[in-house]
């Protein structure tokens, strides 16, 4: 089975403080993917990876940035973080192909980031 | 714009009967995927079902069921013999330019 592992479950930050939340998956999957998830929104894409030092702005990526140094850790960072970025945050990889169309993506357990 | 619309925030359903949950999209592209997905509170994003535009065929797993429904641009589950680890938040989502764009949720409870 796909493991997606978040590093933290739950995290309280202050504002303005430098937040990173790590994602690590362990099938060598060449997709990775953040999200967040507010009640009534649904999940909204951050941002996504396909490959080692690659990425793409998702749909609402201001305030965040990303880092993918290695192919199974996809890191999440709020360089200054506010009240408003209190969510939840979900890390997802899956498997490339010619697209991502058919290719499920596996979740982790999420992260409940919480902006004091 | 690429949307998806759960228009039921919340559903109930009593043991071992059916429900429906019901999903539209708005897309232009002819050949995409459509997913359900279930978040029960553990909170892992657990993929239930998924179905391929091209195929007529509606995509069933166990008790699990979709009425897709392309040209009116819907995507129902329907859940049979409802069972009380059913209980979760349900998303519908659709793969667009690479990327899954995901419906509001809507959750379900299943009563005793």
């Known amino acids: 089975d796909v493991k997606v592992t978040q590093s933290s479950r739950y995290l309280v930050k202050r504002t303005g403080e430098k937040v990173f939340l790590e994602c690590v998956q362990d099938m060598d999957h060449e997709n990775m993917f953040w999200y967040r998830q507010d009640p009534g929104l649904g999940l909204r894409l951050i941002y996504f990876?396909?490959?080692?030092?690659?990425?793409e702005k998702g749909d609402i990526p201001e305030g965040y940035s990303v880092s993918r140094e290695k192919k199974e850790r996809f890191s999440l960072i709020l360089e200054s973080a506010s009240t408003n970025q209190t969510s939840m945050y979900l890390c997802a990889s899956s498997l490339a192909r010619q697209s991502f169309s058919n290719q499920p993506q596996h979740f982790g357990d999420g992260t409940r980031l919480s902006i004091l | 714009a690429q949307t998806v619309t759960q228009s039921q925030p919340e559903m109930s359903v009593q043991e071992a009967e059916t429900v429906t949950l019901s999903c539209t999209y708005d897309t232009s592209e002819s050949d995409y995927y459509l997913f359900w997905y279930k978040q029960p509170p553990s909170r892992q994003m657990i993929l239930v079902i998924r179905q391929e535009a091209y195929k007529q065929q509606n995509a069933t797993e166990n008790r699990f069921s979709v009425n897709f429904q392309k040209a009116a641009k819907s995507f129902s589950l329907k859940i049979s013999d409802s069972q009380l680890g059913d209980a979760a938040m349900y998303f519908c989502a659709f793969i667009s330019a690479q990327k899954l764009v995901f419906g509001q949720g809507t959750r379900l409870t299943i009563n005793p």
């Open positions: 990876s396909y490959d080692v030092k690659m990425k």
